[in-house]
């Protein structure tokens, strides 16, 4: 089945040691989203590319970087992880806004 | 600028009673409404979108909306809860404008199932 795959599902990293996400997808969407979730919350939009143009939101802290080196794939880079880092980190596909997002399973963050 | 809202943080229905969850929106061209669910460690998965045409949307596991312009409202809806239905659900609203390619979030609502 066509889909969306992160890797790990679950993710621990030390304060201040730089973590990578990955997100794989089979579904050959055009955009793929990051989005961190945190409990009890709404997803909230880190960024996203529409094939490899790439597009930060204003208040995504500069600690977060991306990499998308093909259309299946994308990286979710924490340079340097706080406390306040943990959390649910979503990614998703669609052909185009208007149309369905696909998401991941997730990778949930811990920060010792 | 786009907003969603969502009536009720929480809601609890008793198994075999009417689910309504409410979701507002508001928007200067015409929208593309969805909901989603997400069930506790997993990702959201699409419940049903409205794009145009038929305001009476059905969607998997028997849930449905009705786009209402004039209330600007895509309420969601089952007949009857189950068990299985517990779960976070959020509605989002989309733009039909341009290159945009974000999603606007509800805040979710909580479902709990009683027996």
């Known amino acids: 089945d066509a889909m969306v795959i992160q890797n790990p599902r679950y993710q621990v990293t030390q304060f201040g040691k730089p973590v990578t996400l990955s997100c794989s997808q089979t579904l050959n969407h055009n955009v793929m989203y990051w989005y961190q979730q945190k409990s009890s919350q709404a997803p909230k939009l880190l960024f996203h590319y529409y094939d490899k143009d790439f597009n930060n939101e204003a208040d995504t802290p500069d600690n977060f970087q991306s990499r998308r080196p093909n259309t299946s794939f994308c990286f979710l880079d924490i340079r340097s992880p706080g406390l306040g880092d943990a959390a649910m980190y979503l990614c998703?596909?669609?052909?185009?806004?208007?149309?369905?997002?696909?998401f991941g399973d997730g990778t949930r963050l811990s920060i010792l | 600028a786009q907003s969603v809202t969502q009536l009720g943080s929480h809601v609890s229905v008793s198994e075999g009673a009417l689910v309504l969850l409410r979701c507002n929106y508001s928007?200067?061209?015409?929208?593309?409404l969805f909901w989603y669910v997400q069930y506790p460690n997993q990702g959201l998965q699409l419940l049903l979108k409205y794009t145009t045409g038929a305001t009476l949307v059905k969607g998997i596991n028997g849930f449905e909306a009705e786009f209402k312009k004039s209330e600007t409202s895509f309420h969601l809806t089952k007949p009857s809860a189950h068990m299985s239905d517990a779960a976070e659900y959020f509605c989002a609203v989309s733009l039909n404008a341009g290159n945009n390619r974000k999603l606007i979030w509800g805040l979710g609502t909580s479902l709990a199932v009683n027996p």
């Open positions: 998703a596909t669609s052909i185009t806004a208007v149309q369905p997002q696909h």
């Open positions: 928007s200067s061209v015409p929208p593309y």
